[in-house]
């Protein structure tokens, strides 16, 4: 069984006359893996990441997703977050007025609690900060600062790979993460998402552009359009993309 | 102990009752009863007075010293002689003189087809469907201004606008007054029919050293789809007192553009009252006002957002010369059907004289969750850093103020639409400039 | 930073309807007859042991209070008050004024302890115990608390008087120091200001005197907590605080009352006058009774405060949240008279229940240069009202005075209302005054960002709010800020959903 299944999903956005998006995908995503998920702007990539994180605007109204055997639909936006469900948002939220350190916290307790384990500890917590933080570059004076406020769009990135650090994840989404950043910042990001890669974590990576795959190295490539993996392969699959384009999905659109 | 106590009648009170005595009798028996009752408003509650909220800046008690007798029609070679404002802006022109329509002087024939023009009076006269919405827009709300309209207003413009008619030619209703000193009222009335299309000018001017009294008001009933474009210009002689009281009833997906422009009278109150009761409609409000000597003006705004989706906007510049007293009040209010709202609203203002006064209350009531709203407001004097910047370029001080004056009420300006309207204001804000260099 | 798991806790422990400070403490009590005429005017003057020109300053406010209309324009509605129905006067029933702590009742002892008020100066030593994560130091705070209608202690005050500094129950200074009295007494708010401030000056019983000498700066915070504790009592206390030239203090105010299920009145007058280069801060955490979910029950509070920047370069600040009380009527303002003198208003008003609030500043340029600032956050939640009423004013002399005013509402909830009322008077050119304003609900965005980092909603919400007043909070002192913290999170319970 894979750790997190998607089988055959359909989703509309929410309403009566609402547009249908996701048009029966289906993915698995084992522990240790990373997914690409490449394709042209429409084809309902970030409709994905915001489904599996249980945003309110889409319905599902065929199909599953399971992750380790539970039935994720069907839980709360918290209670996926506490069960392991990340997503690196494209345009991370700024919240003013709330630290970021205070923000972290209070998550982390907060799912620490949902699972049954101990609070972190005062010292533990500013330590385990303090190590994650260097590693991708951000200061001090930024975690006092508030949730992604003021920040640069580099800064909004590096900042949720280190709430993922912080939070570890089982599954981490990476929607775009690579938009709006020059090449200095990709390789500290990359680098950040790197060091989080490990055998009992899956990971999938929402990108427009294969640049962001030389420095994640995916296991698989997956070509998504119209709501749907048109097609799979290994990492040479987005070398073949960057060459060709998406020309040749658009036209099956036409 | 908590009684509260009738204050003394004014002359200008008693004077106005004794008016209300003789009330026109047309228009059949609803606006006769609309007329009664809002005379026996007035005998009630008289003038406002600063402990009235809405007038709590302009205590129409203490400003309005005495009535005038009603004017008489004036001549017409008089009146043709001051009417000047917006006259090259291409628009249709009728002339209301003293509170009255002057035939000759108006441009009533060959009308686009769904356009209906005609003197309130004749309207009256007929009775009908045009008529039946006379008097529709008045909020339960005692205003003394609007209350006295009602009761004595027997002339006017009504105007109408066929479903679906788009009206490329403004409409430009030009109310003058001429003669002595006496008080006109003039009552119109602009009903556009669904997915209908009307630029309407109102423009007001009058005698200087004439203490003459004008009382306008007009309904504007806005059906579903239709866009309305309003332009006011309001002149009046500088001894003049100057009431109006615009009232609009908007559906849904209505465009609705008005502005205000004033720089006359020697005490002026504008009322605006919005009922957004349509959804998805997006109306702004916008005004610039000029003021020198001892002026007074008051503009006074309520937009009701009644459901849901629509978005108001509102900006006011004023610019208060020597010892000039600028009012804005304006409030919006968000009812409980009303989510989504986005409602904004702005007042500026640049106190010139060492005695100018600005007493801004912008004001938010809210019963809707899912809203955006806001309003700001400034007042100072211009910005000393920009003043010395242009100064030490060579440009003279008056001159400075006066770019910087422009640049400041032509972000108002710039929101009319209709290109000959808004050069024609761009050229009155100018002449008012170059009056005080 | 305290994490938000403390203040969520806080709401858990308690449930809806549960109003933390609503217990009545059963001691015996002294009461003036019920209702109000000369002779409960007279009654209370002759309980305190007054002087002759105090009981006529009553007697004076009394006469003019029953001309007087009850203001009607806030946008409050409740029902009329029975005056006539009240007692206006109850103090805890000792032999004598206390002469030390140990002479208190310790019923009242033990209410101050579960409210979290250290009174015995061996516990205040060691200051008020931070509930604060990391960072906050422990400060010393001198305590005045007030019971009913009288003072029952006054800590520090030993080692206050060392530096000059008068802080007593305003009987006592009536008594010890009757020249500052009778000088600033109705000095800010006269006694003819307003119905409630008029109500005030008749009957008022107690309350905390201060005298900041020339050149001090209060060597602690001052504090005073009110409590309401008799049935059918109105509280009238009443402030003073003078800050002599160039002295400083600052100075907190904390209330509570028992759940009832009738309504109470509080109609307290507070004067603050500071002389030139002086600076008084205030904070008030106000946690009246708000009544149930209902609507029933809860404290009217309806109060004047002022502050009168009267020298040069003086400056007052206002910092208060207010969370509690069924209906709040209330303006704390500041007259700045002095040239160059500085006013601020911080405020955070939450309203939840059926819970209205009508509350805001005035800031009034008189002098030249001077400066004010106003940041005013209200949140408005359940079937509540809350409303932002303010005035901004800049009379003809007031050369280059400036202002700036943010009034931000928040609501939760469609069953509430937000209300902002300002009025902004420039009578100078060189005035500058700028005021914005906005209304919005907590953002799904904000929301969906918090819980998917694994808060739940209500504990989403109270992290926003938290942040959404953080500009406020910050204004007050640690402990208060702290305490503040957690009281926003619990009045905000049963909001979301």
Excluded at chain 1, 168 to 175: F, G, N, R, S, V
Aim: glycine content about 8%; hydrophobic content about 40%; some cysteine.
């Amino acid at each position: 069984m894979a750790m997190l299944d998607i089988d055959n999903l359909h989703a509309k956005i929410e309403g009566e006359d609402g547009k249908e998006i996701l048009k029966g995908l289906s993915l698995k995503v084992n522990p240790g893996e990373v997914h690409a998920i490449m394709g042209p702007n429409g084809s309902g990539k970030s409709t994905l990441s915001y489904i599996l994180a249980g945003k309110d605007d889409y319905e599902v109204t065929e199909g599953s997703v399971t992750l380790n055997g539970e039935d994720l639909l069907e839980m709360e936006i918290d209670e996926r977050a506490a069960k392991g469900v990340f997503l690196a948002f494209q345009y991370p939220i700024e919240v003013p007025g709330v630290a970021t350190m205070t923000f972290l916290r209070s998550a982390l307790n907060a799912q620490r609690k949902k699972r049954g384990e101990e609070e972190i500890s005062t010292p533990d917590f500013l330590r385990l900060v303090k190590e994650k933080a260097a590693g991708l570059g951000i200061s001090q004076d930024m975690l006092k600062r508030g949730v992604n406020v003021g920040f640069s769009g580099g800064e909004k990135k590096r900042a949720e790979i280190l709430q993922m650090a912080i939070l570890e994840p089982k599954i981490a989404i990476l929607d775009e993460t690579d938009s709006g950043l020059d090449i200095d910042a990709l390789k500290i990001v990359s680098e950040g998402v790197n060091a989080l890669r490990s055998p009992e974590r899956g990971m999938i990576v929402i990108t427009h552009y294969q640049r962001l795959l030389n420095h994640i190295v995916p296991d698989f490539v997956h070509v998504m359009h119209k709501g749907r993996i048109v097609r799979s392969g290994g990492k040479e699959l987005a070398l073949e993309l960057e060459a060709n384009g998406y020309a040749e999905y658009q036209q099956d659109a036409a | 102990m908590n009684a509260e106590i009738r204050p003394m009648r004014t002359p200008a009170e008693q004077g106005l009752s004794g008016e209300l005595k003789n009330l026109p009798s047309s228009g059949g028996a609803r606006i006769v009863a609309l007329r009664e009752a809002a005379a026996k408003a007035f005998n009630d509650n008289g003038l406002p007075h600063r402990r009235v909220e809405e007038w709590k800046y302009t205590d129409l008690r203490t400003l309005m010293r005495e009535a005038l007798p009603i004017s008489s029609p004036a001549q017409s070679a008089q009146v043709e002689a001051h009417a000047r404002l917006l006259i090259d802006t291409g628009a249709r022109r009728i002339v209301v003189a003293n509170g009255a329509v002057v035939p000759e002087l108006s441009d009533l024939a060959d009308l686009e087809p769904g356009l209906t023009v005609q003197p309130l009076a004749t309207a009256l006269a007929a009775g009908g469907d045009l008529i039946a919405r006379l008097g529709t827009l008045e909020t339960g709300r005692y205003d003394a201004a609007l209350a006295l309209n009602t009761a004595l207003a027997a002339d006017g413009v009504a105007i109408s606008v066929a479903p679906g008619a788009v009206i490329e030619r403004p409409i430009h209703v030009a109310h003058v007054f001429s003669g002595k000193a006496a008080a006109s009222f003039a009552r119109n009335l602009v009903v556009l029919g669904e997915g209908a299309s009307l630029t309407y000018a109102e423009s007001f001017e009058g005698p200087e050293g004439v203490a003459y009294q004008v009382n306008s008001a007009t309904e504007f009933v806005v059906a579903d789809e239709a866009s309305l474009d309003l332009v006011r210009v309001q002149e009046e002689g500088a001894n003049a007192l100057h009431l109006s009281t615009l009232l609009f009833e908007v559906g849904k997906a209505v465009k609705l553009n008005a502005f205000t422009f004033t720089s006359g009278a020697a005490v002026t109150r504008t009322s605006l009252y919005a009922r957004l009761n349509g959804a998805d409609s997006a109306v702004s409000f916008n005004g610039a006002i000029l003021l020198k000597g001892r002026q007074h003006a008051d503009s006074t705004l309520f937009v009701d957002h009644q459901t849901t989706g629509c978005e108001s906007r509102e900006l006011f510049k004023h610019v208060l010369d020597d010892s000039t007293r600028g009012v804005f009040q304006g409030k919006i209010v968000v009812r409980q059907p009303a989510q989504k709202t986005d409602g904004r609203m702005m007042s500026r203002a640049l106190l010139l004289g060492d005695d100018a006064e600005m007493d801004n209350k912008p004001e938010l009531e809210i019963f809707a969750d899912d809203v955006a709203c806001g309003h700001g407001a400034t007042c100072g004097a211009i910005d000393d850093d920009l003043l010395f910047y242009l100064r030490a370029r060579g440009i003279p001080l008056k001159e400075a103020q006066s770019l910087l004056v422009q640049a400041f009420v032509g972000e108002a300006i710039e929101t009319v639409a209709n290109d000959e309207l808004r050069d024609a204001l761009v050229e009155r804000a100018e002449a008012w400039l170059k009056a005080r260099a | 930073m305290p994490a938000v798991q403390e203040t969520v806790e806080q709401v858990r422990s308690i449930d809806v309807d549960q109003y933390k400070y609503g217990f009545f403490t059963d001691i015996e009590s002294e009461k003036a007859p019920k209702g109000l005429d000369e002779d409960t005017v007279r009654f209370i003057s002759a309980k305190k042991g007054e002087p002759e020109w105090l009981l006529e300053w009553r007697l004076d406010a009394f006469r003019r209070w029953q001309t007087m209309p009850e203001p009607k324009w806030a946008r409050v509605d409740y029902p009329p008050i029975p005056y006539q129905e009240l007692y206006y006067y109850a103090a805890p029933k000792q032999k004598a004024g206390p002469k030390s702590i140990d002479e208190i009742d310790p019923e009242i002892l033990a209410t101050y302890e579960k409210l979290g008020i250290p009174l015995r100066e061996r516990d205040a030593l060691l200051g008020i115990e931070s509930t604060g994560g990391e960072g906050s130091g422990r400060a010393r705070v001198a305590v005045d608390a007030v019971f009913d209608s009288v003072s029952v202690a006054t800590t520090f005050k030993e080692e206050l008087a060392k530096a000059g500094v008068i802080f007593m129950p305003i009987s006592e200074a009536v008594r010890e120091h009757p020249e500052l009295v009778k000088k600033y007494l109705g000095s800010v708010v006269p006694v003819t200001d307003n119905f409630f401030a008029t109500l005030n000056s008749a009957v008022f019983s107690d309350g905390s005197f201060v005298y900041i000498p020339k050149g001090v700066r209060c060597p602690m915070e001052l504090s005073t907590y009110f409590r309401i504790n008799e049935r059918n009592t109105g509280q009238f206390e009443r402030t003073l605080i003078i800050a002599d030239e160039g002295s400083y203090v600052s100075y907190l105010e904390g209330c509570t009352a028992p759940m009832r299920d009738e309504n109470q009145l509080h109609a307290a007058v507070v004067e603050l006058v500071a002389l030139a280069d002086a600076e008084i801060k205030y904070s008030t955490v106000q946690n009246w009774y708000p009544g149930d979910s209902e609507g029933k029950g809860g404290i009217f509070n309806f109060v004047t405060k002022r502050g009168d920047c009267r020298g040069d370069r003086s400056k007052i600040s206002w910092t208060q949240v207010e969370t509690g009380s069924a209906i709040t009527w209330k303006y704390p303002s500041c007259i700045l008279r002095g040239d160059e003198s500085q006013g601020e208003f911080y405020s955070i008003a939450i309203s939840n229940g059926r819970q209205q609030v009508d509350s805001g500043t005035k800031m009034i340029h008189l002098g030249k240069n001077t400066s004010s600032r106003i940041i005013s956050k209200g949140i408005a939640a359940g079937r509540s009202d809350n409303t932002y009423r303010g005035l901004v004013s800049a009379h003809r002399k007031a050369t280059n005075a400036r202002n700036f005013t943010n009034c931000d509402s928040l609501l939760i909830g469609d069953q509430c209302g937000a209300h902002t009322v300002p009025y902004i008077e420039s009578k100078n050119a060189s005035a500058h005054f700028e005021h914005e304003a906005t209304t919005s609900k907590i953002s799904e965005d904000q929301l969906f960002y918090c819980r998917q980092r694994g808060l739940d909603p209500e504990e989403a919400t109270a992290l926003i709010v938290n942040g959404f007043v953080k500009d406020v909070l910050q204004q007050l002192p640690m402990e208060f800020a702290v305490e503040a913290q957690k009281l926003i999170s619990v009045s905000l319970e049963g909001s979301v959903g």
